[in-house]
């Protein structure tokens, strides 16, 4: 069974940085997606990024290029999302995904599709 487990959300100042770890298990080959996703209050779910365990292609959304960053460590099993700049805009609950497919992450997927961690908030505020 499949596990995502996100850590490292909290309280950073318009300007600052912080990044997201995604503790993945259940997997038992590199044929699958994982990346981000986050939700701002009345908003809809934003793909942010996305990486290929099958050729170790990243994915970042146009939207957050430049700033946000996806990497992953094979060894822990960990994908982690580094997010530079950051603004009050970018204040939402941000959730690690996985899928078999990397289309998942550019379908609109629900969160009844794939795989979902439980989300970790994310505040931009001074």
């Known amino acids: 069974q499949v596990h995502l487990v996100e850590s490292g959300g909290g309280l950073v100042q318009p300007g600052g940085s912080l990044t997201l770890s995604c503790a993945a298990s259940?997997?038992?080959?590199?044929?699958?997606?994982i990346g981000w996703f986050r939700q701002a209050p009345g908003k809809e779910l934003e793909v942010l990024a996305a990486?290929?365990?099958?050729?170790?292609?990243?994915h970042v959304q146009r939207s957050v290029r430049g700033r946000f960053a996806i990497s992953r460590d094979r060894a822990r099993s960990t994908v982690s999302l580094q997010m530079n700049s950051l603004t009050p805009e970018d204040t939402a609950v941000y959730y690690c995904?996985?899928?078999?497919?990397?289309?998942?992450?550019?379908?609109?997927?629900?969160?009844?599709?794939?795989?979902w961690g439980q989300g970790t908030q994310v505040t931009v505020s001074s």
């Open positions: 259940g997997f038992t080959e590199d044929n699958y997606a």
């Open positions: 990486f290929n365990t099958a050729d170790g292609t990243t």
């Open positions: 995904a996985a899928d078999r497919r990397l289309a998942f992450f550019f379908d609109m997927p629900t969160m009844n599709d794939g795989y």
